[in-house]
């Protein structure tokens, strides 16, 4: 009886080791102790894997990282915002835009959220309306980052593609009055210059509607 009694013993021992070592083992994870800290602790380790692999320019895994968060519940502002990216990152800008788009609705007020949202459906959406909502979304984000100047181009690019050529020359003035060696915003002043130049005189013609010196009246000597 005293031999069973030691056997149950040991091995209960054994068990209660084995479970230590392996409690031991889970706790060198990086996501153990989130996941153990609250319920939506899966979804969180996964939206830091997909943040770790992004850096490392990981698309397809980071992408599967932020589904498999998604998946498990989170609609975090960040997941969406992770998702934008992966699927830009991808050539997927339909998917990327309704991920940013979702990230707005998530986060009104993030401004990396507003700007990638307003960069990306222009891409694929060319009518006004589409224009003149992305125009408020940039300029809310430039509102909330006036140091960024990328926002701040893509803003200024924007009023270009609206037809507001004063405001995208007003924006990019800001961006060279910061960096003046910035290439893209003295590229974009170039051509605003060039649109809102007068379009050249055809050869022959003068601005006050009368034949130039030395020019061929079309209608000399011809009598109607």
Not at 95 to 122: F, G, M
Not at 164 to 185: G, N
Request: glycine share 6%.
């Amino acid at each position: 009886m005293n031999k069973e009694k030691w056997l149950v013993r040991g091995s209960v021992a054994v068990i209660s080791l084995a479970l230590i070592l392996a409690v031991v083992i889970l706790s060198r994870s990086p996501g153990f102790w989130l996941i153990l800290a609250k319920p939506t602790g899966i979804s969180s380790f996964y939206l830091s894997a997909g943040k770790a692999a992004w850096a490392k320019d990981k698309k397809d895994e980071a992408l599967s990282h932020y589904l498999s968060a998604w998946n498990r519940g989170n609609q975090s502002a960040q997941l969406y915002l992770g998702l934008g990216k992966a699927y830009e990152g991808i050539q997927n800008m339909n998917l990327a835009s309704q991920y940013y788009e979702k990230a707005t609705q998530a986060d009104p007020e993030s401004p990396e959220a507003l700007s990638n949202w307003a960069r990306v459906y222009v891409q694929s959406h060319r009518d006004p309306d589409t224009l003149a909502r992305a125009v408020e979304a940039m300029k809310k984000a430039v509102e909330k980052r006036p140091k960024d100047l990328k926002m701040r181009y893509d803003l200024a690019f924007l009023y270009m593609q609206a037809g507001d050529v004063a405001s995208a020359r007003s924006q990019a003035q800001e961006i060279l009055a910061k960096d003046p060696q910035h290439q893209e915003a003295n590229q974009l002043v170039t051509r605003l210059a060039q649109m809102a130049a007068p379009p050249p005189a055809a050869p022959g013609a003068n601005p006050f509607g009368q034949a130039a010196p030395g020019a061929v009246d079309p209608h000399a000597g011809h009598n109607h």
